[in-house]
Structures are given as C-alpha cells and as structure tokens.
C-alpha cells in the first residue's frame, strides 16, 4: 500500500541554526505534499504545502523541495527559533492523505 | 468561516465497553472526512475516510468501524474496546480530491484500562 517515510524521528538543533526533515513516498500518483506542525496535545496544523507541478516554495524561514523522479521531499527551516519546537508531519496525497511517523523538533537555546 | 468539532476531549473507558467518538464540520458541504489514531508514538495512522454520505474506505483491520450518517458527520465506533485501541484520535476533514489543505479537531485521549 501507499507509505511514506520520515526521518529523522528526533531532531535538536541549536537556536538560530537550519533543520532539515526529509520524506520519501511510495504512490507515484501522489500530488499533493503538505507538511503539518503539532504543539502538545493539540491537532496538526498546515505550515506549508507543495504540488507535484513545483520544485521548490518558500515562505519565509520555511522552504519546502520536491524532487519527483525520487519521490523525496524535504522541509527546510532557516534561523530556527524555540517556537519551531514542535513534532512536524510530512503528507502525500493523491485520494487521500498520508503522514510520515514525524520527526520531533527541539530548538536548543 | 469552517470549523470542525470533535468529542470529547478525553475519554477512559474499560475493555470490552463500547465506543463512540464524534466528529462534525460546519461552514462547508460534501468534505472528505478522516479518522486518524496517533499511538504513544508520533505516528499519524489512518483509519478511516469518507468522500460522501455512506461511503467509507477502511486503512487497516481492526476492531473499529466508521459511519458517515450525514454529510458533515463521522463517527468513531468500537462494540468492545481492547488495551490496544488506547490512543490520541484525530479527525480531519478537507475539499476537493483529497489534495488541499486538511483541517483536524482537536482530538480525543482514549484510554483503555
């Protein structure tokens, strides 16, 4: 069946420096690729998406990749702050979604 | 605006009890709908989903069951609990094919003891 892969499961970085999370899907009718954020105890929001068509979309520290042939996509956050420490989801979607297992983020001070 | 609701928060239940979780979404019509389990783990697992009234696709075997009884209603449901069903249960619902943004509930902590 569909699957997507996530890694790292755990990731600490220090304050103001980049975290990177990478995923891999299965589906190659996949084309829909968001990434969710999740604060404890809470539901997972939306920071950032992307669709199979684009390779590459920013919005301001957050950057997302798409490389299509490799089914890889990737999450890039620049200047990490503490408020980026959280547990972040990838997804691809084509008739429905799919998360990765997350990766917990821990912004160092 | 769109919101979705999801009841109740938390939830202790013993095994073999039945179960009933709720989930209703306002402000918009004919939305896909989601049920997701998230383990001890981080993992976002999904159960079920629904594209219209009555129609629910199954992801994994198991002793629960989905129903959409109206369109912007899903429901959660087990006959009898067991250890194993303990967990934080998110539902979701989103437009389209499947490929827009999906919006969750809040979530329920079930725990089975």
């Known amino acids: 069946g569909e699957n997507v892969e996530q890694h790292p499961s755990t990731l600490s970085v220090q304050e103001g420096d980049s975290a990177v999370i990478k995923c891999t899907y299965s589906?190659?009718?996949?084309?829909?690729f968001p990434w969710y954020k999740q604060e404890l105890g809470k539901g997972p929001q939306l920071i950032i998406d992307i669709r199979s068509n684009v390779g590459e979309k920013k919005d301001q520290r957050i950057a997302v990749t798409l490389n299509k042939t490799a089914k890889h996509f990737s999450l890039h956050i620049t200047e990490t702050q503490p408020e980026d420490s959280a547990v972040y989801f990838c997804?691809?979607?084509?008739?429905?979604?799919?998360f990765g297992k997350g990766t917990r983020l821990h912004i160092l001070p | 605006s769109q919101t979705i609701h999801q009841w109740p928060a938390t939830l202790v239940q013993p095994v073999g009890s039945p179960l009933s979780l709720e989930c209703t979404v306002e402000g918009t019509s004919n939305p896909n709908l989601y049920w997701y389990r998230q383990a001890a783990g981080r993992g976002l697992q999904l159960l079920f989903y629904?594209?219209?009234?009555?129609?629910i696709s199954s992801e994994v075997p198991q002793n629960l069951s989905a129903s959409r009884p109206q369109d912007r209603q899903f429901i959660l449901s087990s006959k009898k609990l067991l250890l194993s069903d303990s967990g934080f249960y998110l539902c979701?619902?989103?437009?389209?094919?499947?490929?827009?943004?999906?919006?969750f509930g809040q979530g329920t902590r079930l725990t089975v003891v």
């Open positions: 997804a691809a979607s084509s008739n429905k979604i799919i």
């Open positions: 629904s594209v219209g009234i009555g129609q």
């Open positions: 979701a619902w989103n437009l389209g094919q499947a490929t827009t943004e999906a919006f």
């Open positions: 589906d190659s009718a996949s084309n829909y």
